[in-house]
């Protein structure tokens, strides 16, 4: 089978490239043939034969260039043109979209459909449904759903996109645009890495029936469970506003006696600049480095202040035999098993994560039995079972495609 992979970043950056990149090199490796096509970067690590990518759009950017993309976030007519050559010369027998919003725009939709290619798209957040795609309201930092089922505008009124009014008017823009608009009604199947989000976008009825979840896999690490367990808690991953970086500090400067490690990237790296003595900040690390360094945690810490989906921290963490203490929030709690491979808490505040870091870190018993719980692997979705699954659904929409 030959699949067209479509995100608008190909080099490692978060979480949806890092599923783009595993899924294409394991369904390489089962003998299918897989393309990419997205965005120009100089940091690309995929592609295509032919070699083609939109051009680069930095919204921080200060050239001339900036301009021009009001008109180019709403439909981009060179994403189209080059993913009809790159689609054109590869024959792809289904596109794989994942995140193509403002970059590559759902001109590419519009345009496969024209060639007649089946579609399936991976939901990574809320995008489709709140134009700054966190369903939180930044500047108060409170979680939010008017633009779900409500109007658009409510992002440009409450300036939700990097507390820009044009960046949030563009966006709302975009928003109600593609709501009426019938791009989305050409896609296939969308798949959601958790109920939680299958049940936000099917708010919206045009989803209704075209939904299906299948979690997020993880690399086991049999090696790694191997290893004996140092003294520390961890946090690792994205360093971001909306993950609960500012609290979590706030919890450790509360709590001398834990020492704590973290590891990331991301907006609030230079937090850590003057972080609590017991903090240990060791930067962005990743491969076997990373693994060792989940593995030996006494547990991880996962906080974030807005609707999680499916996240891979978390995921990776269990795999790993680490037990998370996280947030009740969105799909996190389909991944953890209170009381069994981790505890989920329902108030975010700092305190509140003081005590319950305090509470874990000196029971002992506790702790080990929940580590031993995670150490059995029971529920993880490995690359291999899911692209199995991600192969049927591919089969489905291309035999969908050839009775149409």
């Not at 294409?24 to 295509?48: E, P």
């Not at 034969?49 to 021009?68: N, V």
Request: with cysteine; hydrophobic share 35%.
């Amino acid at each position: 089978m030959k699949i067209l992979i479509v995100n608008k970043f190909l080099y490692p950056r978060g979480g949806a490239e890092t599923y783009i990149d595993r899924i294409g090199r394991a369904l390489k490796s089962l003998g299918h043939s897989v393309q990419y096509f997205g965005m120009c970067d100089r940091r690309n690590t995929m592609g295509n034969e032919l070699g083609l990518e939109t051009g680069a759009m930095d919204f921080h950017s200060r050239s001339l260039s900036r301009f021009t993309y009001p008109l180019r976030i709403l439909y981009s007519t060179e994403a189209s043109r080059k993913l009809q050559k790159v689609a054109a010369a590869f024959e792809p027998d289904v596109i794989h979209l994942n995140n193509i919003n403002f970059q590559l725009t759902p001109s590419v939709i519009h345009r496969a459909a024209k060639m007649g290619i089946p579609m399936v798209q991976t939901v990574h957040d809320f995008q489709m449904i709140c134009p700054n795609h966190l369903m939180l309201e930044p500047r108060k930092k409170v979680l939010c759903d008017k633009c779900v089922e409500g109007s658009k505008w409510n992002c440009a009124r409450n300036r939700c996109i990097h507390g820009s009014l044009a960046k949030s008017v563009l966006g709302s823009l975009e928003g109600e645009l593609y709501r009426y608009l019938p791009e989305y009604d050409k896609i296939s199947r969308f798949v959601c890495p958790s109920f939680f989000l299958e049940k936000q976008l099917l708010r919206d009825p045009r989803y209704a029936g075209k939904t299906m979840v299948l979690h997020n896999f993880t690399l086991k690490g049999e090696e790694a469970l191997e290893l004996e367990k140092q003294d520390y808690v961890l946090y690792f991953g994205r360093l971001a506003e909306e993950k609960g970086i500012h609290r979590l500090l706030e919890a450790c400067r509360r709590l001398p006696d834990i020492p704590f490690v973290a590891a990331g990237s991301g907006p609030l790296e230079g937090l850590f600049d003057d972080c609590p003595p017991n903090v240990r900040f060791v930067g962005f690390r990743t491969g076997q480095e990373l693994d060792r360094l989940i593995s030996q945690a006494r547990f991880s810490v996962y906080f974030p202040v807005w609707y999680e989906n499916c996240p891979l921290s978390v995921l990776e963490s269990l795999a790993l035999g680490t037990p998370v203490l996280a947030n009740r929030i969105g799909g996190i709690e389909e991944l953890v098993r209170d009381g069994e491979t981790g505890v989920l808490i329902d108030e975010f505040t700092p305190d509140h994560y003081a005590a319950q870091i305090d509470r874990l870190y000196r029971d002992k018993e506790r702790l080990a039995r929940l580590t031993k719980n995670c150490q059995r692997q029971e529920g993880i979705m490995t690359l291999e079972a899911y692209c199995e699954k991600l192969l049927q659904l591919y089969e489905a929409v291309c035999r969908k495609g050839k009775r149409q």
